[in-house]
């Protein structure tokens, strides 16, 4: 398959990029960092694995769209405030046939990329894999996960088949869901709970659930997603949420969260798409949510507080 990568020089971008293109399909990792597109073209795409392998994937990388030309298939991985542009800049990859999957971060890119590719192009998913940007073509995979996808109209697709089918045979094990909603939503969980108060706390993945303090506000996070997903008619249990999202911080040992690396590297966080995400449900529902409103505050001023210094 055809498959091109937007957000490719990233850690899950380069993650992906670098199984599939192992698996022998026709991969192009594209991205707008000149560093990231040279060293990928030059020394190979290296993945840092959990068991201590470091293997180096040859596969090509670009900043230019154009020069790739129609692919079957475009992964998106860029972060939600570069949803419009990334895709926008895609357009000379999309054919008639070409579907593109959206594998980000919090809720609300979807509806974004349908709004300029249609909504009969676009694919939904997760995944629970953990990846680390540790350099220009460098990436850490310090955990692997399921990874779930589905079709925005919930609906099983031949297209849908074959991607899926695509991702198994590339040993990225992942599972069609016809409910993805709830799967993102899930996801949703996870990230709300977790990132900003790692991203607040400067706190490594396993850390999260070594102190109580930790514990007792990432569960008042999870109580209010909980809640408004409720208020919405998706299914999410807070039990079984709670397991989950505990279980996988206590074997993500060395983990960092995406949004502690954006706090370190000075970036603009997705913070908007996260808990943002959750409370404006939350206002649509009629659903409190004072701990997540506070959560954004947080992140918000240590954002403009960094990206002002970083400006002078």
């Known amino acids: 398959m055809k498959i ?44 840092e694995e959990k068991d201590g392998l470091q293997p180096v994937i040859k596969v090509p990388a670009s900043d230019n769209p154009a020069s790739v030309g129609p692919v079957d298939l475009i992964i998106n991985f860029v972060k939600c405030y ?35 590719v249609g909504e009969d192009r676009v ?53 069609q869901s016809d409910r993805i909603l709830d799967e993102v939503w899930k996801k949703l969980a996870l ?20 102190f109580d303090g930790t514990k007792s506000l990432m569960a008042a996070i999870l109580k209010e997603v909980v809640a408004v997903a409720k208020a919405q008619g998706i299914a999410l249990d807070y039990d079984e949420r709670w397991a989950a999202i505990t279980g996988l911080l206590e074997k993500a040992v060395g983990g960092k969260a995406s949004m502690l690396q954006d706090v370190e590297a000075k970036r603009q966080t997705e913070i908007e798409v996260i808990n943002g995400a959750i409370v404006d449900a939350g206002k649509r529902t009629g659903v409190a949510t004072p701990v997540n409103e506070t959560m954004v505050w947080m992140i918000q001023a240590k954002q403009t507080h960094y990206l002002q210094a970083k400006a002078q």
């Open 82 to 116: 570069h949803t419009e542009a990334a895709v926008r800049a895609a357009a000379p990859m999309i054919a008639k046939e070409t579907a593109v999957l959206s594998l980000q971060n919090g809720w609300g890119n979807a509806p974004r990329i349908a709004s300029l």
């Open 123 to 175: 694919l939904v998913g997760l995944t629970y894999h953990g990846g680390t940007l540790l350099a220009p073509g460098r990436v850490k995979h310090p955990g692997s996960g399921m990874t779930y996808i589905g079709e925005l109209t919930g609906k099983p697709s031949e297209r849908l088949g074959k991607v899926i089918e695509v991702f198994r045979a590339a040993q990225i094990e992942t599972t």
């Open 4 to 47: 091109a990568i937007l957000g490719g020089g990233g850690a899950m971008g380069g993650i992906f990029g670098g199984y599939l293109a192992r698996a022998g399909n026709d991969v192009t990792l594209i991205d707008v960092s000149k560093a990231a597109v040279t060293a990928i073209n030059d020394s190979g795409l290296t993945i």
């Open 191 to 210: 990230n709300a709970c977790t990132l900003p108060v790692a991203g607040l706390l400067n706190l490594m993945s396993h850390e999260l659930v070594a």
